[in-house]
């Protein structure tokens, strides 16, 4: 077939765009200007044999020709090393896209065609339907380009790096309306300061633009002399930047006519009616654009405002403790959400962690955030407990439903109340649906806090709502977040949190800094921010909260303090809650999370599962699980200890092969390194140790 094709003085190539290759037969190849040997070329050795423009019209158009599935026909004019057009040809192909490599493949034609004169019948003749084409797939483009843009520079951008089939310029401007005055909004293939002159004039100036706006009308200028002689005193400021020709066009929407846009060109432009329609037609999708981008940017800027006004801003630090907050909306529809956090003044001297999540990312949701904060807020002041404080403010979250459960607007509340004392570190925490907090401990070892709660907010409202009680020992940081921090991104709470777990025990930096790494390390930086840099495209709200208990040394968050000796525990696991044996587990696993035999921790994890069960079971008292790991790495301590307060000791049984229980304290011989039961005044408390360098 090449051959028939030689004959015929036809060439043949193929493009696959996933490998950017391009590959030409010899009479191709003599026609690109290259020696007449079939070879392969890369995109960049083929695109030089080519004029600029043309190149961009081949994109265009095979884009075109594959949305309408036919032909991809287009005038190239090739070039020779000197950037001289030697010859014209014309370009055939079948373009097809390839779903799973995301790529065109084009085989396709060359054929040498004479170039009539520009200008003559025959001329127009010719070039018509490539013309067509051409403007086709360029606005095609254009307008997907211009309607995915979300801001004015965005638009302002994607309009500069618009090239247009057969004249593109390289000068634009955009002119808005302040008042009585013609304003510059975006500049482009100029110098910084070219547009002074031109900024803040009066629409009554003998300007271009400005007669663009007043009329409604385009202006054509298509040479200096045009320029010129139209607008002489105008001229004098525009002569030294070098151009031939400009069209000014009216920026209108919905029969407004908001600015002028500018094209300028360094070469003589005719302006043909062709060449007018496209101009016109992209002034139109400009317009609309730069409307649209505006209404998002001032909506933006409201919801925004809103979301910032109900909002805390952290106040001064308090003494013996550090806290950073960070907040970002949903990205959907109005950035605005239902989740928040507040820090609270008690009248006893401590200070009280809010953080919540109503149910909803709309205006509703807000509002909603907005009077349950207050409500809260309001009820800490009172001096009211952590369970009093969410008792009431469930109560009032249900009444704003008029007491019906089947009202439309019934809404809920997940949210988790810290009280905390500066001095001590204790936390009395209240739960209400939410997700538990987390510690990260000196040395980087994380661990969740399991807490007692109840309903989420505004379901019941005589829920009760348990407090737990956990120290927070210095040197150590306190995370609360909402679970848009957990699951956004696909993930579970399980996955999730492995993410979030990975963040804080690798980060080395300050408390700011880590609120940061937290929220980025889920989403990537942005410049959407309540109180840091955060991200900006969200599938759900985010709230987080970090609370840090400065180091014995004195030294705050800003570091780590040195890894400590020992790192400590504790978990409670009442008779009518069995299912915390399993929490006991997997809290002892976290804190042994760097231990290096497995075989060990398997074995503490049975041992202390053993141990819990036997006082569930053989005693109706509850159980405090203490667990502790100390000494430095290579020759570290475990210790685990299970109290409770029955004075029955257990005793060592041989249970026979078919018995269900009596193995306990056969496995702590056998397992454990040392261990014992100590008789206490009341109670009894069983432990073991195992030993690292054992």
Request: aromatic share 6%.
């Amino acid at each position: 077939m090449g051959e028939v094709l030689a004959t015929l003085a036809t060439g043949l190539w193929h493009w696959d765009t996933a490998t950017e290759l391009v590959t030409v037969d010899s009479e191709a190849a003599r026609l690109l200007g290259l020696p007449a040997v079939g070879t392969t070329l890369t995109e960049a050795q083929a695109r030089s044999r080519l004029h600029p423009v043309d190149w961009n019209e081949i994109i265009s158009v095979v884009g075109l020709a594959v949305a309408e599935r036919t032909l991809a026909e287009v005038r190239v004019r090739i070039m020779d090393e000197h950037g001289r057009v030697i010859r014209v040809v014309r370009s055939r192909s079948k373009p097809s896209y390839d779903k799973e490599r995301q790529a065109f493949q084009l085989i396709g034609t060359l054929q040498e065609v004479t170039e009539p004169t520009p200008g003559t019948p025959a001329g127009r003749s010719a070039v018509t339907g490539d013309w067509r084409r051409s403007r086709e797939a360029f606005l095609l483009d254009a307008g997907r380009a211009l309607a995915e843009a979300r801001s004015t520079a965005e638009v302002l951008r994607v309009a500069a790096g618009l090239s247009m089939p057969g004249f593109s310029p390289d000068g634009l401007a955009v002119f808005g309306v302040e008042g009585d005055r013609l304003t510059i909004v975006g500049l482009y293939g100029y110098q910084p300061g070219d547009g002074d002159p031109f900024s803040a004039m009066p629409l009554d100036t003998d300007h271009p633009a400005a007669e663009v706006i007043r009329t409604g009308r385009a202006v054509y200028l298509s040479s200096p002399a045009d320029y010129k002689t139209r607008y002489p005193v105008m001229w004098q400021l525009v002569e030294g930047f070098g151009r031939q020709s400009w069209a000014f066009l009216p920026l209108t929407v919905a029969g407004r006519t908001m600015g002028a846009w500018m094209a300028s060109f360094a070469y003589p432009v005719a302006f043909t009616p062709d060449e007018r329609s496209v101009l016109t037609t992209v002034a139109r999708m400009l317009a609309q654009a730069l409307s649209r981008a505006g209404a998002q940017e001032t909506e933006r800027a409201l919801t925004d405002g809103l979301q910032r006004s109900m909002l805390p801003t952290l106040g001064p630090q308090i003494p013996g403790m550090t806290v950073a907050a960070r907040y970002v909306p949903t990205g959907g529809g109005l950035q605005v959400g239902g989740d928040w956090y507040d820090m609270i003044p008690l009248p006893n001297g401590r200070f009280a962690l809010a953080i919540g999540d109503v149910q909803g990312h709309d205006v509703r949701a807000a509002g909603l955030m907005g009077q349950l904060r207050i409500a809260l807020r309001a009820y800490a002041s009172e001096g009211h407990r952590p369970d009093a404080v969410l008792s009431r403010a469930s109560r009032f979250l249900h009444g704003m439903a008029d007491g019906d459960p089947e009202s439309p607007d019934l809404r809920f509340a997940t949210c988790l109340y810290v009280e905390a004392d500066p001095v001590t570190g204790i936390l009395d925490i209240a739960r209400a649906g939410h997700p538990d907090p987390a510690i990260r401990m000196a040395d980087g070892t994380v661990l969740t806090r399991p807490t007692a709660g109840g309903l989420p907010l505004g379901i019941d409202p005589d829920a009760d709502y348990p407090t737990t009680r956990i120290t927070l020992e210095p040197g150590e940081t306190m995370l609360i977040c909402t679970d848009g921090l957990i699951e956004t991104g696909g993930h579970d709470l399980d996955s999730g949190w492995q993410r979030i777990r990975t963040i804080l025990e690798d980060h080395k930096g300050d408390l700011e800094e880590l609120a940061d790494a937290l929220v980025q390390g889920v989403h990537g930086p942005s410049s959407h921010y309540t109180t840091g840099p955060l991200a900006d495209r969200r599938e759900d709200d985010i709230a987080v909260m970090l609370l840090c208990r400065p180091g014995e040394d004195g030294g705050l968050d800003h570091t780590l303090a040195p890894a400590p000796t020992v790192r400590r525990t504790l978990l409670s696991v009442a008779q009518a809650e069995p299912e915390r044996v399993a929490v006991a587990r997997q809290h002892l696993r976290e804190l042994l999370h760097d231990w290096p035999s497995q075989d060990q921790v398997d074995s503490a994890v049975l041992l202390l599962s053993e141990m819990l069960t036997n006082v569930l079971v053989h005693t109706d008292a509850d159980a405090l699980m203490q667990a502790e790991v100390r000494g430095e790495p290579g020759g570290r301590r475990m210790r685990v200890e299970v109290t409770d307060t029955s004075d029955d000791l257990p005793h060592k049984r041989r249970p026979g092969e078919m018995a269900s229980s009596g193995r306990g304290l056969v496995l702590i011989e056998l397992l454990a390194h040392s261990w014992g039961v100590d008789p206490r005044g009341e109670g009894k408390s069983i432990w073991f140790e195992l030993y690292e360098d054992a």
